[in-house]
């Protein structure tokens, strides 16, 4: 970006004073502003401040969702409100305070706990929306993309690319929560969304302790020559804890070692990927996973995007801009576009599960980092 200076990247803009002129020529200029007005004209000129800032100035805000409030929210909504079909899913979606009333996290993206009481099935729709699912906590309920039942358990994440049939069903005597992500917001300011009922019952109410897609795909650097090309979308069904969790013990495990593999000290992170073209499990949702041991800290650092965290285990403080947030099991925060965030773990260490928008500005080629260290 050239030698841009800290202040030009932390947001400050410089007002354009037009000359002094004349009572006649403010006249003529008021009656112009008039008729573009009428012609749904707006002159550059009066607002390059708004349209072009030296650096992102987001409307959303960082703000942090309790979990311990929204699962008691969302116990409350199952004894309330039935699953079925109009409404179809007991999902709640959380707000960001400044994007001034629509359920989005960001402007890109959208978050929500979704509920599932003993017993309850979803039932199945599609729409070209991409979407995930985390569980926080709980199992007992599957699943089903496009036929294939895929168990859900702790740690788990989940895929549902767009335009796949999905729906899911509780066999447990205990309800189920978890987080939802979709794109929804991107496409709806895109205007490309579709969405369409499915069948009543599920197409597939069996409980396998693997889905057919990891059965598939699953198997560290193996391919199955039966699928070449290409896929827009990860047809992994299912990231299973078990190899998450493991890959983070190892990455730490070779910092002890000696050897590269973590992060930065102290601290290991996972991408999920595609495993057809080793980037991002979906064209706009990057999935990541970090754990940090006690103590540990994050660089601070400014990106273009939308960040959204969730704590799995442990506690943190992230900090956003100016704000501090203490957050432990369950909670969730969302880091805006451009706003410096780091996140530092507390004395148990910290995991967090974590998606962006990233690959939108990936793809278009209006991604940006900036580390104010490195000034």
Not at 47 to 63: C, D, F, K, S, Y
């Amino acid at each position: 970006m050239g030698n841009t200076t800290a202040d030009e990247y932390a947001g400050k803009h410089v007002e354009y004073a037009p000359p002094p002129l004349t009572p006649e020529e403010e006249k003529e200029l008021q009656q112009m502003y008039d008729q573009m007005d009428k012609l749904h004209m707006k002159p550059l000129w009066t607002q390059i401040g708004g349209l072009m800032p030296n650096a992102p100035e987001p409307r959303a805000v960082a703000h942090k969702w309790d979990w311990a409030r929204l699962y008691k929210l969302a116990q409350r909504a199952g004894e309330l409100v039935p699953v079925g079909r109009g409404g179809e899913r007991r999902a709640i979606g959380l707000a960001n305070p400044g994007l001034g009333g629509p359920t989005y996290i960001a402007p890109t993206l959208w978050a929500a706990i979704q509920y599932l009481a003993p017993g309850e099935n979803a039932p199945e729709h599609r729409h070209s929306q991409n979407a995930f699912r985390f569980v926080i906590e709980g199992e007992g309920v599957w699943t089903v993309v496009n036929g294939d039942a895929v168990p859900m358990r702790r740690g788990d994440f989940l895929l549902t690319p767009g335009w796949n049939f999905h729906g899911h069903h509780n066999i447990a005597d205990e309800p189920m929560a978890w987080l939802d992500g979709l794109d929804i917001p991107f496409a709806y300011q895109m205007d490309t969304g579709f969405f369409e009922y499915g069948t009543e019952q599920l197409t597939d109410e069996s409980t396998p302790d693997f889905s057919r897609s990891e059965r598939l795909w699953a198997h560290p650097g193996l391919r199955p020559l039966a699928f070449p090309g290409k896929q827009n979308s990860s047809p992994i069904g299912r990231y299973s804890w078990e190899h998450t969790d493991a890959a983070l013990k190892d990455q730490l495990a070779l910092e002890d070692a000696g050897f590269p593999g973590a992060v930065a000290p102290g601290h290991a992170g996972i991408r999920f990927t595609n495993p057809t073209t080793g980037g991002d499990v979906m064209s706009t949702i990057r999935a990541e996973f970090h754990r940090l041991r006690p103590g540990a800290e994050t660089t601070p650092v400014h990106e273009v995007g939308n960040r959204v965290f969730q704590v799995f285990e442990g506690s943190a403080t992230i900090t956003v801009g100016e704000e501090t947030f203490d957050v432990r099991h369950g909670d969730i925060v969302n880091v805006p576009s451009w706003k410096k965030w780091s996140v530092g773990a507390g004395r148990d260490g910290a995991d967090l599960f974590c998606f962006s928008d990233h690959p939108i500005f990936e793809a278009v080629n209006l991604a940006r980092t900036y580390t104010p260290e490195g000034i």
